[in-house]
Every structure is written in C-alpha cells, then in structure tokens.
C-alpha cells in the first residue's frame, strides 16, 4: 500500500508541476489547438497535456516500483512509449490514420507476445470457454485497438476523458490491490494521481487538452489493464475473496463511456450510409451540449452514467456475464434511446416557438 500511494502522489505532484510549464512552453509557441468547425472551444488551447501526465506516472512508477516488476513491466512501458510519441508526432504534424495504426499493432504485439496479456477464452461468454490460440490473439488485438480508439474519440469535452480514465483507474486500482497484484495497482493509482493534477487545468475553461498524446497512451493502458482484469479474475480459484462472477461485464460497465458512445456513433453514421470514420457532431456530449448543459455539466452527467453503470455491474455480478452482459447493453441503449427522444422533443419545442413567434410578427 505504501509504494502504491506513493506512486499515486508523486504522479500527481509531477503533473501538476509539469503541466503549466506545458501551456506556456506551447502558448509561447503558438503550438495551439485553435478553435472553429466541429472543435466546440472557444479560445486558443495548447493540446499536448499528455506529455505532462507521461511524465508524472513514468517517473513515480520509475522510482516506486521495485526493480523485479521494472523487469516484468518494462514491455508494458515501452508499448506506452511507443504510443505517446504517435500521439506527440499526430498533434504536432499530423499523421495518416495509417501509421498510428501501425504504432498501436506495434505496442499491442508487445504486450500481447512478451506480456502474455490475452483474452485467452472468451469466460463462458455464449456458453465459449476455451478458443484456439489464433482467436485469442485476434480478440485481443482487436480489443486493444478498439478500447484505445474509444478512449481517444471521447476527448472532445473539457475534463472527459479525465474523469472517465480517473473512475475505470480507481476501480481497477482498487481490485488488483485487494486481489494481490499490487505492481497492475500501481500503475492504475500512478494515472489516477497524474488525471487528478491534470484535471485541475483541463476542468472548464480548459487551459490545455490532453490531446492524442494522452488520450492515445491513456487509452491504451486502460485496454492493457482492462483485458488482464477480465483473464486475471476469471482464473482466480472460486474461493478467493474478491472475485467477481462477471468478469467481462464488470470490465465493460468500467469502460463502457467510450465504448459504447463509439459504437453508437459509428452504427449511427452507416445507417445514414457515411463512413463510420466521418467527422459529426452525434457524440453523447454534443447531444447534452446542445440540450443546454455546459462543458461541465455535461461531464458531470457522464461521470455520474458511469458511476450508475458500475454500481449496476457490481451489485448483478451474480447474475453471470451470459446475462449480465445482456443487461448492460440494454440499459445503454435504453438510456440513448431516451436521450434521443428528450434531444427530439427539444428540437420540436424550439420550433413550435420559432413559429408562434413569426406569427405574432
């Protein structure tokens, strides 16, 4: 417990020390994030807060962590290397999707061959237990790519994806300590401390943004963290305290803001027959937004779905994923559902008022 603190207050005091110096080192610059088109920011905002939060937690986890778990991490910190210099080269010249592809294929291969951090069956999800090796490594790919992307696209709210990583990091953090994997808690607490010191300049009005630089090295440890939570707790013997039944829809209802928003707006944009990649403005946020609520009731509100969404997970974890999983995703869609009719019903009061007011003229 003392090495994962000290982990967790040292990321936050080289973060938040780091972080100012970022905003002026960029401003000076005029390295800047400006706003117009989709970007829903007003001022000129540097956008490379990610370097700030890299530094906080590589260096506390370089001083805290005892040197047999440097030895048993130093691929896991090397994939986060590789992923916050894309992130870094993408905000500063921006990169085809192409290459930063390559980059994640590069960093998950590392940790998925030299970690041996897979999805090795699929946990009784559809009554599939065991899978043949070649479908474990093409989930796990695929889990890593997607949870990174979903991560990355949800950075569009001033302290988003901040509150979103500090709450998946706090429980994950909390898990693997209670279960004994205390190097797997250090790394979460040592992003909980930098998010933290991060948020106080990224809460609106944003000073800085993390940009690809953070929400691509985020992302990615949050898919790496979120895969081994779901293998580790499966294979914990029945008697162990703190398993969980539902290993995979606990670990979905942690991520499931960026998860599912992705996956909404991306069914939404091929049901109007557009690329799923096409830039639009049909992110929960947006809709929130254009309800009337600020950057930061907006974020309150995520925070809060997230929260709820956890605590449902956690109290029907009995239930097992083959349900419990079901569920989760009908609430989701239930509460979109909901949101999409309340934004329909906004639209179609304005425009009763928009007419009763040419009609008195």
């Not at 020390?17 to 989709?38: A, E, H, M, Q, Y």
């Amino acid at each position: 417990m003392p090495q994962t603190l000290a982990s967790l207050i040292t990321s936050f005091i080289l973060t938040f020390l780091v972080t100012p110096l970022v905003i002026s080192f960029f401003k000076k610059r005029n390295i800047v994030d400006k706003p117009g088109g989709r970007k829903i920011h007003l001022g000129d905002t540097p956008s490379m807060g990610g370097i700030a939060i890299f530094i906080g937690v590589m260096i506390a986890l370089l001083i805290f962590m005892p040197l047999v778990g440097l030895q048993r991490f130093k691929f896991f910190f090397g994939a986060m290397g590789i992923m916050f210099m894309v992130g870094l080269r993408d905000d500063l010249v921006p990169v085809r999707p192409i290459v930063k592809l390559g980059a994640q294929f590069l960093a998950s291969f590392m940790v998925i061959f030299l970690m041996d951090i897979t999805l090795k069956s699929f946990y009784g999800l559809l009554s599939i237990e065991e899978v043949p090796y070649i479908i474990s490594i093409v989930v796990t790919l695929f889990t890593l790519i997607v949870i990174t992307n979903s991560y990355n696209l949800i950075d569009g709210l001033d302290g988003l994806a901040s509150s979103i990583g500090i709450i998946a990091f706090f429980f994950f953090g909390i898990y693997f300590f209670l279960v004994g994997q205390t190097y797997f808690s250090m790394v979460c607490f040592g992003f909980i401390g930098a998010l933290i010191a991060f948020l106080n300049f990224n809460w609106e009005p944003s000073r800085i943004f993390m940009g690809d630089t953070g929400a691509l090295l985020i992302g990615f440890a949050l898919a790496v963290i979120t895969i081994k939570f779901i293998d580790y707790n499966h294979y914990l013997p029945e008697e162990t305290p703190f398993k969980l039944t539902s290993s995979v829809a606990v670990g979905i209802s942690i991520i499931i803001i960026p998860l599912f928003d992705t996956l909404r707006v991306f069914i939404s944009r091929a049901m109007k027959k557009k690329s799923p990649f096409s830039p639009d403005k049909t992110h929960l946020h947006h809709i929130l937004m254009r309800l009337g609520f600020s950057h930061s009731g907006t974020t309150l509100i995520m925070i809060a779905t997230n929260i709820a969404i956890i605590s449902v997970a956690l109290a029907l974890d009995f239930l097992g994923d083959n349900i419990l999983v079901p569920v989760i995703v009908g609430l989701c869609i239930l509460l979109s559902l909901m949101l999409d009719e309340i934004l329909k019903a906004n639209i179609r009061r304005k425009k009763k008022a928009i007419s009763k007011s040419f009609r008195r003229d």
